[in-house]
């Protein structure tokens, strides 16, 4: 089976592996390291899913988010070492995913510090997404390690330390508006409602150091506005309007959530700039189209960044892609009728399948076709006939077998994390499916 995957493929698009190569140089954003972001703040970046920074206070020291579990958090806190006083007298949630949640207590110790999180907070659902079709994960958390390259916006989400919220500890002082102005141990601070990737979404504003804490309102990736594990398109109207609300603050350094820093005024302006023109670009195309009648497969063909902003590194699809972001936008502002009456009440998979099938001469003739499609590289097509094929014979295993196949070779060309993770995590299920039932 090894021979036959590489040998066939055509010398075109398919031998293009250079988005698989990207991601990989991609996972440099994840070394472990601790940053010094300007006097006084210090950022944890690589171990943990997420980033953990430190501000040194009078007489103690600030915390904004926390991580995504104690293990992880012993580990910030030993890597922060003498630079970290105690007592910590605040810690600061950004937002309530779990990444950035799990480790409070480690940095709480006992010194009961205020915990900071807007009112939000309380109530935001967890992120759970839907349930898992054929093992199908986005963070790929059952891959083996040389499957496994990175989580977009993380080196492992719960691949060695689960998220398991265990060092949660709930919000004890929460602001309900826009903004809140607070002095922290000798420290002023503004809490700043930017809504993006979490509706809850709070930005750390330190005006006397300029420096900008963010939270996964900007990261260093395409933004995952319409992500594969299922989950509500994000508010991308309130995403730019928060990206305009940071840039107004003219910041001369950058925390993102996840990744590394950025240092300096100009660069800061460059980033915050590009990630807020990519979102509003997308969104302005995709309200444009649906108002002329388009349908979200036209909208996926026809709307790309302009080259400045596709060549941006702040906009690579490590996370998000430009394609799901159209077809977020488009179901969240005109449903999920695309305007063809034709799929007012479409076929159902099956009845699909069966006629497509008997046109093709029968599963047999379907299948001798999915198999040449594979050995011409047209991976997605060869998928499409597995799949009728599997939808009359769920257990047959020549078709099974023609979409693992095609499932990997789509998943070791993808540059997006997210989808190669999703791609071969299936692969395997299906393969440890298949020798189950051959056993
Ligand atoms: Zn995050």
Known sequence: MVAILGMTAPAFATDDF???????????????????????????????????????????????????????????????????????????????????????????????????????????KPDTGRGRRDGGDAFGTALPDDQFINAGTQLEYGRVTPHTREGFLPPTQTFDGDEESLTIAGVPIQ?????????????????????????????????????LRGLPTRPVEKWVASLDRLLALNPGYVVPGHMGTISGADEAKDALTAYRDGIKFVYDKTMEGISKGKTPDELVQEIKLPAELAQHPYLQEYYGTVAWAVRGIYSQNAGWFDGNPTHIFPL???????????????????????????????????????????????????????KIRALRELGERQMNATARNYYLTVANHLRDTQRHQSK
């Open 191 to 227: 809490l700043i409602l930017t809504p993006g990737e979490a509706d809850e979404n709070i930005s750390v504003w330190l005006p006397d150091r300029k420096v900008l804490i963010a939270g996964d309102v900007f990261l260093k990736t395409f933004p995952n506005i319409a992500p």
């Open 348 to 402: 159902t998979e099956k009845e699909r399948a069966t006629k497509l099938v008997a046109m093709a001469g029968g599963t047999a003739k379907m299948l001798e076709s999915a198999e040449a499609s594979l050995s011409a590289g047209q991976f997605q097509w060869a998928a499409e006939q597995a799949d009728y094929v599997l939808a009359l014979e769920p257990q047959n295993g020549a078709a099974t077998t023609v």
């Open 18 to 124: 250079s988005g698989r190569d990207k991601l990989k140089a991609h996972s440099q954003e994840f070394r472990k390291r601790v940053e010094k972001v300007t006097e006084g703040v210090y950022t944890a970046i690589g171990y943990s899913a997420s980033n953990v920074t430190l501000i040194q206070a009078e007489g103690g020291s600030i915390v904004v988010d926390t991580s995504a579990n104690p293990v992880d958090a012993k580990a910030i806190v030993e890597a922060f070492g003498d630079r970290m006083s105690h007592p910590v007298r605040a810690i600061i949630y950004t937002h309530n995913h779990p990444d950035h949640t799990g480790g409070a207590t480690v940095f709480a110790g006992d010194d009961k510090p205020e915990i900071y999180s807007h009112k939000l907070l309380v109530t935001a």
